[in-house]
């Protein structure tokens, strides 16, 4: 399926250039100047073009010239579930639907998923992603590659299974060996050069199934590499009292008592926090995703508890995330943003509690902060890898024109994405993919998911009749 990446030295002119920098500058009739991967120069057209004699030139007018977006939660090994966890409750969606999908997952599925997921995402201006943990990750690294997107990949890790709610056996693992897949990932990923579009960091994939052993263990071990703990946590209603029952502590109590809570500390979902454990994530810098779509999706309750607006109030990084194609249901990062942007206006009568521009940060320089990455991607600067989008403005959707940020947030979605560059190389030019040839990639994800379904014996039935 690989066509191979187009290597390029270019000059991107005459667009409108949101740096989503320290001051967050908007440089009209703007140009990006990129040599080897990395951001040389940014400022007016004119300027720009008289001192770069770049290989190639792309002429960005009439669109926004944007930093790529970042999902900040992303599972990318559940692309082929898409469809199987639609208007069910979130256990029966965990235990009865995903559990037994990943069961029957192969190596050759989580690739050609992977493939299908990161084209989607590529599609809608998506250049990196972080997945909270998954099984056969060296697939979706291959994936990875040949699409050129850039993430933060993790191993499941979990040791506990309730009875109420048992983990299928074939996913449950000792402590050592969950432990001991989570470090051989991040010893084999984590290399951190400036060229590397792909990292690892540590999971802990749910907070009822994960022991205190296993959770000390894997913050002694990102703490020794340098690398974040992806967490999810807080999530939905009930969570706090049942981890109360079995530990004595709500959830985010609990990783406090074991000595979790520091800036790689990357907690998800995260709605169901009171204003004391906001505090503690103040003063402790964790970081935290909003998956808002997952949430309305799926029923959580993440938005009704008004605990979002808060936390950024408090100035605490958080990022968005679309969660995955089964859970969110989509990966288009502009409607994710739109949702972060208006689910809090209506929850809590204030149209000024959350807005377009906040969205816009967390999708791209909070992202990047949250994922320990603000040092190389999430803005256009000079010395920062070349992750930019280029957005096109000439639908119907943005005119009239009065503001080209709130028109990409409230009117108009990731389909108006032309162009992606990740690393300084063309991977989608004017809507066609460049890594790698989409038809093909979309009838192996069919044929995939079929057949994996099959295995399962995951049914999915409309409810009208059908002739």
Request: with cysteine; net charge negative.
């Amino acid at each position: 399926m690989r066509r191979g990446l187009s290597v390029v030295d270019l000059l991107i002119r005459h667009g409108t250039v949101v740096t989503l920098d320290s001051t967050k500058r908007i440089i009209q009739d703007g140009a990006v100047s990129v040599e080897d991967g990395e951001i040389i120069d940014v400022g007016k057209s004119d300027e720009l073009s008289r001192k770069s004699p770049a290989d190639t030139r792309i002429d960005a007018s009439g669109m926004l010239v944007l930093p790529g977006f970042i999902d900040g939660h992303h599972h990318s090994t559940q692309y082929l579930s898409k469809g199987i966890g639609d208007d069910v409750q979130i256990l029966d969606w965990l235990y009865k639907r995903v559990y037994p999908y990943e069961v029957h997952l192969t190596p050759s599925d989580a690739y050609v998923g992977a493939l299908g997921d990161f084209v989607e995402m590529v599609k809608s201006g998506t250049t990196c992603f972080a997945d909270p943990g998954g099984y056969h990750m060296d697939r979706v690294v291959e994936a990875m590659d040949e699409v050129g997107v850039r993430g933060v990949i993790s191993r499941s890790t979990r040791d506990l299974s309730g009875k109420s709610t048992p983990v299928p056996s074939e996913l449950m693992e000792s402590t050592e060996d969950a432990v001991r897949y989570g470090e051989e990932l991040v010893k084999k990923y984590n290399k951190k050069s400036r060229s590397e579009r792909v990292r690892a960091c540590f999971s802990l994939r749910y907070v009822y199934n994960v022991s205190d052993e296993l959770a000390s263990r894997i913050k002694e071990l990102a703490d020794k590499y340098g690398v974040a703990i992806h967490a999810q946590l807080a999530a939905v209603k009930g969570e706090n009292e049942e981890v109360q029952r079995m530990w004595g502590v709500r959830s985010l109590g609990r990783y406090q008592r074991l000595g979790l809570l520091a800036p790689n500390l990357y907690l998800v979902h995260m709605g169901w926090v009171n204003d004391q454990e906001i505090e503690l994530l103040k003063k402790h810098d964790v970081k935290v995703c909003h998956c808002p779509s997952a949430s309305m999706h799926g029923a959580y309750g993440n938005i009704s508890t008004l605990a979002f607006p808060k936390m950024v109030a408090k100035g605490i990084t958080v990022s968005l995330g679309s969660d995955s194609a089964t859970a969110g249901r989509f990966l288009d990062m502009v409607r994710v943003m739109y949702l972060a942007a208006c689910s809090h206006k209506d929850a809590y009568a204030d149209p000024q509690v959350m807005d377009a521009y906040k969205a816009l940060e967390m999708a791209t320089r909070e992202g990047a902060r949250a994922l320990l990455w603000d040092d190389q991607i999430g803005s256009i600067e000079v010395g920062k890898r070349a992750d930019v989008i280029l957005v096109d403005m000439k639908g119907q959707e943005w005119w009239p024109m009065r503001d080209p940020i709130t028109n990409l947030v409230y009117s108009a979605d990731g389909s108006s994405v032309r162009t992606v560059i990740i690393d300084g190389k063309l991977v989608m030019f004017d809507r066609k993919m460049v890594s790698v040839a989409e038809e093909k990639v979309r009838e192996a994800v069919i044929k995939s998911s079929d057949e994996l379904m099959d295995r399962a014996g995951i049914e999915v039935h409309s409810r009208w009749p059908v002739e």
